[in-house]
Nanobody, 124 residues
Framework: VTLKESGGGSVQTGGSLTLSCSSP????????MGWFRQFPGKGRELVAM???????IYGDSVKGRFAISRDNDKNTQQLQMNNLKPEDTAMYFC???????????????????WGQGTQVTVSS
């Protein structure tokens, strides 16, 4: 099962981007789906995850600016990123699993399915 990301790119400070993630090969509804990001030389950090039941969690640095949503029928999820800042510049990875939790785990080690990543660059 693979996850496919789209929507990365370059914007100026204050701009918006929408990231999308899909899994065309999966015939089972995903449990938790969402995003982690990685800065050069550092580990991955939580951006946002959303449970099968629609409950989201967010990393502290993106609360109030990013919003995650999902379509269970299409097995897709989107991350709307608003008011982007240069410190949001990173590689963004879609992650998921088939565990039906009410609230997703915030640790990247809990997820075994990953996309290849999409770059987001915010210039000042």
């Amino acid at each position: 099962v693979t996850l496919k990301e789209s929507g990365g790119g370059s914007v100026q400070t204050g701009g918006s981007l929408t990231l999308s993630c899909s899994s065309p090969e999966s015939d089972q509804t995903w449990g938790c789906m969402g995003w982690f990001r990685q800065f050069p030389g550092k580990g991955r950090e939580l951006v946002a995850m959303i449970s099968r039941y629609g409950t989201p969690i967010y990393g502290d640095s993106v609360k109030g600016r990013f919003a995650i949503s999902r379509d269970n029928d299409k097995n897709t999820q989107q991350l709307q990123m608003n008011n982007l800042k240069p410190e949001d510049t990173a590689m963004y990875f879609c992650a998921g699993d088939y565990t039906y939790l009410k609230v997703c785990y915030p640790e990247d080690s809990e997820y075994i399915y990953w996309g290849q990543g999409t770059q987001v660059t915010v210039s000042s």
